[in-house]
């Protein structure tokens, strides 16, 4: 079993940065694939970022491409968002998930899921 919880949300000017971090317990964080998805209100829950194990694979959604950067820190258990140039679209609640598959799932399908944390940007 995998607890994730996410931190670092809150109220942000447009052009503005943020970052977020997801701290997981267990002993296998080294071993998952993580990712952060995305839903606004009223919409459905996209994709944002994925790192593999190892951090040698990184997927981005178009949207944040350029923007944002995915890391992770394997002896922390933590995996970390950071967000620039932050636009009133990027406003939603923020999830991290983990994929016991080492590799970044290509189907999105993710085991376990914090509770989010909710980033707003006012323009």
């Known amino acids: 079993q995998v607890q994730l919880v996410e931190s670092g949300g809150g109220l942000v000017q447009a052009g503005g940065s943020q970052r977020l971090s997801c701290d997981a317990s267990g002993r296998a964080f080294s071993t998952y694939a993580m990712g952060w998805f995305r839903q606004a209100p009223g919409k459905e829950r996209e994709f944002v970022t994925a790192?593999?194990?190892?951090?040698?694979?990184?997927n981005y959604a178009d949207s944040v491409k350029g923007r944002f950067t995915i890391s992770r820190d394997n002896a922390k258990s933590t995996v970390t968002l950071q967000m620039n140039s932050l636009k009133p679209e990027d406003t939603a609640v923020y999830f991290c998930?983990?994929?016991?598959?080492?590799?970044?799932?290509?189907?999105?399908?993710?085991?376990?899921w914090g509770q989010g944390t909710q980033v707003t940007v006012s323009s």
């Open positions: 790192i593999s194990w190892n951090g040698g694979r990184k």
């Open positions: 998930a983990a994929a016991t598959t080492s590799w970044i799932p290509f189907d999105n399908k993710y085991d376990y």
